[in-house]
């Protein structure tokens, strides 16, 4: 390619055509966005933020059908308000084919090769899968750690993963229970054969709100993000059995490791309470 360059003095984009490489970069990012579908992704969004940002007569292969890629692209992102992402059956793969068929138009009025119209096809694949918990005595919305596990298939063995809700879930096709994999509140589960068909209700009629009790002593994540106020971190802070003294010269100068050293001490209390928490 070096060689063709160097024979040519010509540029990539001016051997391949500046349209052809608008197109690609354009279907790319619509690809990326399909996979990021209600996420919200932040480098996405950013990707898509510059390339809308190529306006004027400098830039003018980006067309009418640039900006529709990127403006579809941030609304799969934006899917739903982040509460609907996209299914993988076989209706909605055919309204996605026709949805974001990867010819673009010129202008407004370019129906010749893709009717416009069929761009709203998207809807149809659209699926509800968040999981959004909530305080079950304030009703405020909260964070919570859920574990999910995966059924086994030939291309992957069975295998789990736990995840801060709210997030959206992996189709339900796909995995066999999800359940709450956190201290901070009462447990609760979902499974295959049990009560599958209340996880399937709550995502679709509830909007994936899942009402948890919170523990005794225990704080949310808002307001207690690394858990040092709960009860059981207050209790050891405030507990005055790990007591020491010694010379003011030994505790400044920090200096050795003995067991009858007050700094050595220190940091051994320090590592246990690190280690309970």
């Given at each position: 390619m070096?060689?063709?360059l160097a024979i040519s003095?010509?540029?990539v984009?001016?051997?391949?055509?500046?349209?052809?490489?608008e197109q690609t970069i354009?279907?790319?990012?619509l690809?990326l966005s399909?996979?990021?579908?209600?996420?919200?992704?932040l480098e996405v969004i950013r990707?898509?933020?510059?390339l809308?940002?190529?306006v004027?007569p400098?830039?003018s292969?980006?067309?009418y059908?640039?900006?529709?890629?990127l403006?579809?692209?941030?609304g799969?992102?934006?899917?739903g308000g982040g509460e609907?992402t996209?299914?993988?059956?076989?209706?909605?793969v055919a309204?996605m084919?026709?949805?974001f068929?990867p010819?673009?138009?010129?202008h407004?009025?370019?129906n010749?090769?893709?009717?416009?119209?069929?761009?709203?096809?998207?809807?149809?694949?659209?699926?509800r899968?968040?999981?959004?918990?909530h305080?079950?005595?304030?009703?405020?919305?909260?964070?919570?750690h859920l574990?999910v596990?995966?059924?086994?298939?030939?291309?992957?063995p069975?295998m789990s993963m736990v995840?801060?809700a709210?997030?959206?879930?992996?189709?339900?096709?796909?995995i066999?229970r999800?359940s709450?994999?956190?201290?901070?509140?009462h447990?609760?589960?979902f499974?295959?054969?049990?009560?599958?068909?209340?996880?399937?209700?709550l995502l679709?009629?509830?909007g994936?709100r899942?009402y948890?009790?919170?523990?005794?002593?225990c704080?949310?994540?808002?307001?207690?993000?690394h858990?040092f106020?709960?009860?059981?971190a207050?209790s050891?802070?405030?507990?005055?059995s790990f007591?020491?003294?010694?010379?003011?010269g030994?505790?400044?100068g920090g200096r050795?490791?003995?067991?009858?050293?007050p700094?050595?001490?220190?940091?051994?209390?320090?590592?246990t309470?690190v280690q309970?928490l």
């Amino acid at each position: 390619m070096s060689k063709l360059l160097a024979i040519s003095k010509r540029s990539v984009a001016e051997l391949a055509g500046q349209a052809t490489i608008e197109q690609t970069i354009c279907v790319h990012v619509l690809a990326l966005s399909l996979v990021m579908a209600g996420t919200g992704d932040l480098e996405v969004i950013r990707v898509i933020r510059f390339l809308r940002s190529r306006v004027g007569p400098k830039h003018s292969t980006v067309t009418y059908g640039s900006h529709v890629a990127l403006h579809l692209s941030l609304g799969l992102l934006l899917l739903g308000g982040g509460e609907l992402t996209l299914s993988t059956g076989p209706e909605a793969v055919a309204a996605m084919i026709c949805a974001f068929y990867p010819k673009f138009p010129t202008h407004s009025n370019d129906n010749r090769y893709h009717l416009q119209a069929l761009r709203h096809f998207y809807v149809l694949a659209c699926d509800r899968r968040l999981v959004f918990p909530h305080d079950c005595k304030t009703l405020d919305p909260i964070y919570a750690h859920l574990e999910v596990e995966f059924a086994e298939t030939e291309f992957y063995p069975r295998m789990s993963m736990v995840r801060k809700a709210p997030f959206l879930l992996p189709e339900l096709k796909y995995i066999t229970r999800v359940s709450l994999h956190d201290d901070r509140y009462h447990g609760y589960t979902f499974s295959v054969g049990k009560n599958w068909d209340e996880l399937g209700d709550l995502l679709a009629k509830n909007g994936g709100r899942i009402y948890l009790q919170q523990k005794a002593g225990c704080h949310p994540y808002r307001t207690d993000p690394h858990g040092f106020r709960s009860q059981l971190a207050q209790s050891l802070a405030k507990d005055n059995s790990f007591q020491w003294s010694g010379e003011s010269g030994v505790i400044a100068g920090g200096r050795g490791g003995g067991r009858n050293n007050p700094i050595g001490n220190f940091r051994y209390v320090l590592y246990t309470y690190v280690q309970l928490l």
